[in-house]
């Protein structure tokens, strides 16, 4: 089932509802001071929940939790706004241009962004003495504007600094390099949405979940407030009770500390060819259930469906013989499945951008805001990825390398972003985290990426760039596509949200710097940035390539080869049988993170088929506020409260950890 939400800007309602009239320019640019004065504030907090006390990953949630805790901020005081003095209340598309940037900007400090790249950029030249892989061989590989060449500046990094002060002239070259990369790499990627979004939302007119409880919480497109609703308070209330009873549990009674309650059968399966099951435990992540009732039964069923045919793919090959504990290479069929995915939503939107690029040549928009966005759009995809090619090649990656690689990163973006727009999958790592990386390697193996040994400066930094293939920065595609859907529903437009989006990127790596920087020179001593042992790593294992270079890897070749294949099949199959009951975006999804996520989504598809077939789609209205509070609720306690609680009061509040992944 699709929900049909209304996309007008008009006026929704009187006392209590949103205001969507169409923001002004002069309001935005007011909007936008105040979120980034919001980021700076959420930056402390950042830093000590997830830096300095380690206790809850509150960047990695989607949205991120700093964000929804802005959002419901914003909502709660708008009413007392109203009654002050000459100052009109905030309207909806002012407040979801400071949700988005606090969002965008406060996930860009998060362990798989700013954190990682710091360890990423670091490690040849700290990791100097390791046996057998001497990383400071590739260090001088590495040009100062992407990081400082002074090796003692990094050893103070990963071990305090004697005076405790950052040595910021040497860095503002690197930050500035960086935030400017991330901003190329998220505008590209914000124009490839720009040029979905006509068919994803005015023809398929997909559900965008994570839209809905934002949108919900504001009162737009409702007939009924969202926190007057009983139902809504009924969610809150169940999540709230599920989440102390764990703190509780953890706190007070060793319990283990993880947000979710986890089954685990793993332990029961021990022997041949049973353990090639494991692993098979899964978290009932509490926002994966709630917002998850939005998505349609068929999607919800083929993700559990395709994890189980995957674990029984490698019972199979167990009980042929092979033991080989990567079998059946999960992740490489997700990034084949990622890659024709990406490809088949390129060709889907062929009449947008067909028409971006005769409205391009003709210079002319035809006088409609649709078209002109288009033509903007298809240009600056041509400048983002030129521009992109030219950094990573002055950086010293070979033209081919980088192509190639831009290539693939960018239909996995285009593609995660799909799963966003149509499954609402509440995770940033809902991708084959680092495979846009190792897949060039596994087709043609390490001897053409490694080149000349004598000259190791294109897989230096190739190796290096594996932040954005192993990060989650391509998460971001997600917001962005989200955020256009916002803008259209609040009436903010198109150059509007994009700058939003741009600045937030921006603004959020140089705070990131900041925000890590400091403490890590300061008092952090030898607990170093998260990520850099797989940094060190990764590094390793081209020092070894250089000597021995392995040739393509055929099993890997065949596992991504047969993803993609069986991506193509699926969607093929939906379009000449409409009623076929397995959807591309399952395999897609079950390949990349099914190994976490099979149980809610077996749950939310159990729970929503009964409401279907049992109280048809008024039930289903009725009890959908229920589910978004489920998920609100857990957000705000396991996130927002339980964050706040341990980054201040600590000791005891130490013993649950939040992780949103």
């Keep these: 089932m699709r929900t049909q939400e209304k996309t007008d800007g008009s006026e929704i309602g009187t006392e209590g509802r949103a205001d969507t009239t169409p923001a002004r320019p002069v309001r935005i640019a007011m909007m936008l001071v105040l ?14 929940a997830e830096i300095i006390v380690f206790a809850a990953q509150i960047t990695e949630a989607v949205p991120s939790i700093p964000g929804v805790g802005v959002l419901v901020l914003l909502v709660a005081i708008n009413p007392l706004i109203r009654r002050l003095p000459l100052v009109r209340r905030l309207s909806s598309g002012e407040i979801v241009v400071v949700y988005l940037l606090v969002t965008v900007a406060t996930m860009m400090f998060g362990c798989g962004v700013g954190r990682y790249l710091i360890a990423d950029i670091s490690a040849p030249f700290y990791f100097t003495q390791t046996p057998g892989t001497p990383l400071d061989k590739l260090a001088p590989y590495i040009p100062a504007w992407l990081s ?94 599920l989440n102390v009873i ?22 029961h399966l021990v022997d041949y060819p049973w353990r090639a099951l494991r692993p098979l435990g899964t978290r009932l992540r509490l926002e994966v259930i709630g917002l998850g009732y939005l998505v349609s039964t068929e999607v919800s069923f083929s993700i559990w469906f395709f994890c ?16 080989r504990q990567e079998i059946p290479f999960a992740e490489e069929q997700g990034i084949g499945a990622y890659l024709v995915l990406g490809i088949v939503l390129l060709w889907k939107s062929r009449s947008a951008i067909q028409g971006a690029w005769r409205g391009l040549i003709s210079g002319r928009a035809q006088g409609q805001e649709n078209q002109s966005s288009l033509r903007w759009a298809l240009l600056g995809v041509v400048v983002g990825i030129f521009g992109l090619v030219m950094f990573l090649t002055s950086a010293g990656m070979k033209l081919w390398l980088a192509g ?9 973006a285009i593609a995660y972003a799909r799963i966003r727009a149509e499954a609402g999958a509440p995770m940033v790592w809902a991708f084959p985290s680092g495979q846009s990386h190792k897949v060039i390697v596994n087709f043609l193996g390490q001897g053409p990426v490694i080149g000349s040994k004598a000259d190791l400066a294109s897989p230096t930094i190739f190796t290096m760039m594996q932040i954005v293939s192993r990060g989650y920065f391509l998460s971001v595609s997600g917001y962005e596509i989200e955020g256009i859907r916002m803008g259209q529903q609040t009436g903010v437009n198109w150059r509007q949200i994009s700058t939003t989006l741009l600045l937030g990127i921006g603004f959020g790596m140089i705070a990131s710097f900041i925000f890590h920087l400091e403490p890590f020179y300061g008092w952090l001593g030898t607990a170093g940035p998260w990520g850099a042992q797989m ?31 069986l991506i193509a099949s699926l969607t093929g199959a939906r379009s000449a049988w409409l009623s076929f009951p397995l959807h591309p975006i399952g395999y897609a999804l079950a390949c990349a993170y099914g190994g976490t996520i099979w149980g809610p989504f ?18 289903y209205l009725k009890v959908l506020p229920g589910f978004l509070g489920l998920a609100l609720g857990h957000f705000l306690t396991a996130g927002f409260i339980w964050g706040l609680l341990s980054s201040v009061l600590g000791g005891p509040f130490l013993r649950w950890h939040v992780w949103f992944a």
């Excluded at 979120?35 to 830093?47: D, K």
């Excluded at 994803?200 to 009924?224: A, K, S």
């Excluded at 077996?602 to 039930?619: A, F, T």
């Design 308 to 323: 189980l045919f995957i674990k029984l793919q490698a019972l199979g090959f167990a009980m042929a013989g092979y033991r």
């Design 535 to 565: 940094s060190r790593h990764a590094y390793g294992d081209l020092l070894h390539a250089a000597q021995t270079p392995k040739p393509p890897d055929i099993p890997r070749i065949l596992a991504t080869s047969f993803g993609g294949l």
């Design 246 to 267: 764990q703190i509780v549990r953890s706190v007070f009674f060793g319990a283990p500390s993880t947000a979710g309650l986890y089954i685990n059968p793993d332990k």
């Design 35 to 48: 979120a980034l004065v919001l980021t700076w504030i959420c930056g402390y907090w950042v830093r000590q």
């Design 404 to 412: 190639t690689y831009l290539a693939i990163i960018l239909m996995v």
């Design 148 to 241: 400082p060449s002074d090796p003692v500046v990094h050893l103070w990094l990963h071990e305090t600094s004697p005076t405790g002060q950052v040595p910021w002239n040497v860095w503002w070259l690197p930050i500035a390099s960086w935030a400017g990369f991330f901003m190329l790499l998220g505008g590209t990627m914000l124009c490839l949405m720009l040029l979905m979004a006509e068919t994803w939302i005015d023809h398929e007119r997909l559900v965008f979940p994570l839209v809905r409880l934002p949108m919900e919480i504001m009162g737009v497109g409702t007939t009924r407030s969202f926190f007057h609703n009983p139902v809504t308070w009924a969610g809150i209330g169940l999540a709230t009770l």
């Design 602 to 619: 077996l749950v939310v598809w159990l729970l929503k088929s009964l409401i279907l077939r049992y109280g048809g789609s008024q039930l």
